[in-house]
């Protein structure tokens, strides 16, 4: 049995520079942070039987694997040349749908989980390049890098991507102090909504590339991952939280499917109840609303609660995509 987890993530700034119709044309940069919620992976090889069972929100059985029709699945099968009977089973600390990068997340636990099975090493680097080209590049998924390096990679980091596809990772050079600070000033609550990121990402694209003033927005919320960045070097905090605040506006701008009445609402209490700032995590339309709040984090909590807006706390995950079972 091998058992592999992955972590999922929160991006902080520059989220949406990673997807292909921009960094192609003008290079990505993001923030980002794992966080300790996972997706677990556990493959076993089916020595008595002769088919796959495959146990994720549904349970399925294939003789072959052109037979599953769990897509993610059946794409790295093929990608590894793998016809061997398993069983593979997923188990996620979050539900799909809620902006955390969970469907990269999971292929990524899934590919380092069958290179475990083939007993091949792999770097944190090609883990995320195979998932990213199966996701962009066989399934046509309109997604970027993000999510595939964050699961694999973990810790708090910034991505640089030229206009070829290259990433570069660089731990975000802050103190120790000063992540712990952001760490326990960023706050999550489950909105409830969940949706698909496919449709919203879609739309983005379209309305960036047919709309100037919209790219334009892109080329902004590029450069606040830039001074996310620049104060978490500095080891001014507080000023993340104000980043958010412009993120959150310039993100509103590309389509009415990124926000609602409802998280509109959430958000303005939100700053009313000692927030600095914040955003809807990924793509947009629901998951989590994350705040940054420093002083008044009681006040910000009652008033989410009243909503009845549910907080998952969190700690930044260190380690990445890793094995944490292999039995012999």
Same mark, same amino acid.
Request: hydrophobic letters at 40%; one cysteine or more; glycine letters at 8%.
């Given at each position: 049995?091998?058992?592999?987890?992955?972590?999922?993530?929160?991006?902080?700034?520059?989220?949406?520079?990673?997807?292909?119709?921009?960094?192609?044309?003008?290079?990505?940069?993001?923030?980002?942070?794992?966080?300790?919620?996972?997706?677990?992976?556990? $493959?076993?090889?089916?020595?008595?039987?002769?088919?796959?069972?495959?146990?994720?929100?549904?349970?399925?059985?294939?003789?072959?694997?052109?037979?599953?029709?769990?897509?993610?699945?059946?794409?790295?099968?093929?990608?590894?040349?793998?016809?061997?009977?398993?069983?593979?089973?997923?188990?996620?600390?979050?539900?799909?749908?809620?902006?955390?990068?969970?469907?990269?997340?999971?292929?990524?636990?899934?590919?380092?989980?069958?290179?475990?099975?083939?007993?091949?090493?792999?770097?944190?680097?090609?883990?995320?390049?195979?998932?990213?080209?199966?996701?962009?590049?066989?399934?046509?998924?309109?997604?970027?890098?993000?999510?595939?390096?964050?699961?694999?990679?973990?810790?708090?980091?910034?991505?640089?991507?030229?206009?070829?596809?290259?990433? $570069?990772?660089?731990?975000?050079?802050?103190?120790?102090?000063?992540?712990?600070?952001?760490?326990?000033?960023?706050?999550?609550?489950?909105?409830?909504?969940?949706?698909?990121?496919?449709?919203?990402?879609?739309?983005?694209?379209?309305?960036?590339?047919?709309?100037?003033?919209?790219?334009?927005?892109?080329?902004?919320?590029?450069?606040?991952?830039?001074?996310?960045?620049?104060?978490?070097?500095?080891?001014?905090?507080?000023?993340?939280?104000?980043?958010?605040?412009?993120?959150?506006?310039?993100?509103?701008?590309?389509?009415?499917?990124?926000?609602?009445?409802?998280?509109?609402?959430?958000?303005?209490?939100?700053?009313?109840?000692?927030?600095?700032?914040?955003?809807?995590?990924?793509?947009?339309?629901?998951?989590?609303?994350?705040?940054?709040?420093?002083?008044?984090?009681?006040?910000?909590?009652?008033?989410?609660?009243?909503?009845?807006?549910?907080?998952?706390?969190?700690?930044?995950?260190?380690?990445?995509?890793?094995?944490?079972?292999?039995?012999?």
């Amino acid at each position: 049995m091998i058992v592999v987890r992955a972590p999922l993530r929160i991006s902080l700034g520059g989220g949406g520079t990673d997807l292909p119709f921009y960094s192609s044309k003008f290079g990505g940069s993001l923030v980002s942070a794992a966080i300790d919620k996972y997706i677990y992976i556990i $493959v076993e090889k089916r020595d008595f039987y002769d088919d796959f069972f495959i146990r994720y929100s549904k349970t399925e059985f294939a003789k072959k694997v052109d037979d599953i029709e769990h897509t993610r699945i059946k794409a790295a099968l093929k990608y590894l040349n793998i016809n061997d009977p398993l069983e593979i089973t997923s188990i996620a600390d979050v539900p799909a749908g809620t902006g955390l990068g969970s469907s990269s997340t999971f292929l990524v636990s899934l590919l380092k989980a069958l290179h475990i099975y083939k007993r091949e090493d792999i770097s944190a680097k090609t883990l995320a390049e195979e998932a990213a080209d199966i996701e962009i590049n066989i399934l046509k998924e309109p997604i970027g890098k993000q999510d595939q390096y964050l699961a694999a990679f973990g810790d708090v980091i910034h991505l640089d991507i030229d206009k070829k596809g290259n990433v $570069v990772v660089s731990p975000i050079d802050a103190s120790f102090s000063t992540i712990e600070e952001l760490e326990n000033n960023l706050l999550l609550f489950s909105t409830g909504i969940k949706r698909e990121t496919g449709e919203i990402l879609s739309e983005q694209k379209k309305n960036a590339e047919s709309d100037s003033e919209k790219m334009k927005q892109m080329h902004l919320i590029k450069e606040i991952g830039e001074e996310i960045k620049k104060a978490l070097e500095n080891g001014e905090t507080a000023k993340v939280g104000k980043w958010l605040n412009v993120h959150w506006e310039a993100k509103k701008s590309f389509s009415k499917k990124m926000s609602s009445n409802d998280i509109d609402k959430a958000y303005e209490i939100g700053l009313q109840n000692g927030a600095l700032g914040g955003k809807i995590v990924g793509a947009g339309g629901g998951g989590f609303l994350m705040f940054y709040c420093d002083n008044h984090k009681p006040q910000l909590r009652n008033a989410m609660a009243k909503l009845g807006l549910k907080e998952m706390p969190f700690r930044f995950d260190k380690e990445g995509c890793k094995v944490v079972y292999h039995g012999r």
